[in-house]
């Protein structure tokens, strides 16, 4: 049985685990404001809010219905377009139609639950928050320009929202039907967890496995790991920063612990997917999908990152550089999962670096990305990982070229060098997101940026790049 409010109806149901939540509100409950799209998370047609009961406060975020295992809002609040509708239009809905945001109107309700997630979020609104809201939406019609002017006007709108009581805040000015106020009190007496099948097919936040797999998904037994509170959060002990494996992308990025460290995560992270995929994506599954452009792959592989494995009661700890064998082979035996990734605290005077091209540059996977950490004392590398995808079978950690730079100085010669020991070690194919030689020139454009972003001092910019 599957427990969870829909807008302000208890739903407890039989249906499997594994069917979408977009079927289960068209069809099985007859909403059919949520649209279909292209059902592999990319258009954002599905876009409903997912809220989170924990220590009186329910969190709201936006996900893809499309892509969402109805076992994974067990104990959750769903509020789709239906679910926000009242008497007169909320602020959010004036917004789009007072800037002609809709003309068709097929992705209106997506947009309008992306930007009323925006404003449920526990953040000071602004219009580029309001804008980055909507990066997982589509419109056919519009050209875009009216919708943004609408996200502009509702962070204007927002700017005065109490952060610390949003739903209250957004009852009171009529952007939420009044039953919200009731909802924690209401999913406090429903059980979070989730009844899973040991040993069975995991799912962390199915943005994978649901693109890959979903008729299999929906008659399998399945493991939902999405749902394990144990397998979440970020926390740093004396020597490492430890994440669950459960924690999504979205949370990673917002990390207080991670943005101390690497204060330049949220704008690399943009790159990543798009605000919804990032809500629900988790960091094992970016690692188990082993794409060999997995952004997270790529991020932590530079981080030196190792990942602890478990499976009944056996434990190892292997780097995660380990981890990728070929292309999708992994080093996991049966019955393993991952249960969390541990991260070295990085130490004084370190430099770290990601950069990601792909065909256009929000919602779309890379062409090439690499990470670099560096740890220098005066110029001279102390400490060096670079990690590279999509010029491999594997998200790949460049150890002879990481290896080489150790000890030098960091000069256009260093440079130069350790870009031809790179190229040695790649082995990229032509596909559809470019030929060998443009993979190969990609990477050295992107290796050189590390250096100019991280030690514009130490090199010459005209040299390097004539
Ligand atoms: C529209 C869209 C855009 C995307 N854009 C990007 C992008 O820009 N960059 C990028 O890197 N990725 C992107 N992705 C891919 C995806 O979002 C990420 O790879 C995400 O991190 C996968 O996590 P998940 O929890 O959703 O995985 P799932 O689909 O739930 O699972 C993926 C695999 O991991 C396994 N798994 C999950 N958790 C564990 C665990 N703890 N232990 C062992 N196995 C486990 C599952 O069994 C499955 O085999 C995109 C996906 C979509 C749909
Ligand atoms: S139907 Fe397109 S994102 Fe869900
Ligand atoms: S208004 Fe038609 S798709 Fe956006």
Redesign the pocket.
Known sequence: MITFILNNKLIQTEAHPGTTLLDFVRYGENLPGTKIGCR???CGACTVLEGTYSNNIVHYKSIVSC?TPLGNAQGKHIVTIEGVNMKELSPVQNAMVDNAGTQCGFCTPGFVMSLTGHGLSEEPSDKEKAIAAISGNICRCTGYKSIEKAAESISELLKVKDINDPVKWLVENQFLPEYFLEISSRLNQIENKTKSIENS???????????QKPEEIAESDINL??QRDD?KGIKEDVDSIIIG??TN?GEIMKSPVMLKYFPDIESHFK????EP?RN???????F??A?P????SIYFLALNASIILKESKNTRKIPLKDFFLDYKKLN?VKDE??ESVRVPIPKQKYLFNFEKVSKRTH????SVNSGIYLKVNEDLIEECSVSAGGVSAIPKYLSKTSEYLVGKKITNGTVFKANEILQEEISPISDVRGSVDYKRLLLRQLFFAHFIKLCPNSISLNELLS
């Open positions: 592999e998370g990319d892509l097919k995991i799912i962390g936040g199915g943005t994978d496995l649901m693109v790991y999405y397998l494996s459960a992308t790159l990543i997917s798009s995929i629900m994506g988790t960091i094992a599954g970016n188990v999908n794409s452009i997995g952004d997270l996991l999962y991952i919602l779309d996977i890379a």
